[in-house]
């Protein structure tokens, strides 16, 4: 089992910047990859970007030049640096794990 805490969402406008941080505890030993997605009002959760316990990182085009994930040096933490945020990132992000384990989701809302 692994838990999933996530944390720093909020509301900020158009251009403004977010830190999203999820920590994950348990069986963490087995995860390879970390990553986040989102799920916008009416709309398919889609993936946002990934990291791999070697540092190996992956993004959505929408997202890319904007936004930077990062893994902790334990591997167990991963961060998701938002800037340049759009009215069109608002949405409910959530943190998974590729041993199938997802967080409760944290809100982003950006207004123009």
């Known amino acids: 089992q692994v838990q999933l805490v996530e944390s720093g969402g909020g509301m900020v406008q158009a251009g403004g910047s977010l830190r999203l941080s999820c920590a994950a505890s348990g069986s963490i030993f087995e995860i390879n990859i970390m990553g986040w997605y989102r799920q916008a009002p009416g709309k398919q959760r889609e993936l946002v970007a990934t990291?791999?316990?070697?540092?190996?990182?992956n993004y959505a085009e929408t997202v890319k030049d904007r936004f930077t994930i990062s893994r902790g040096y334990a591997k167990n933490t991963v961060w998701l640096q938002m800037n340049s945020l759009k009215p069109e990132d608002t949405g409910v992000y959530y943190c998974y794990t590729s041993t199938g384990f997802w967080g409760q989701g944290t809100q982003v809302t950006v207004s123009s």
């Open positions: 990291c791999t316990r070697g540092g190996y990182t």
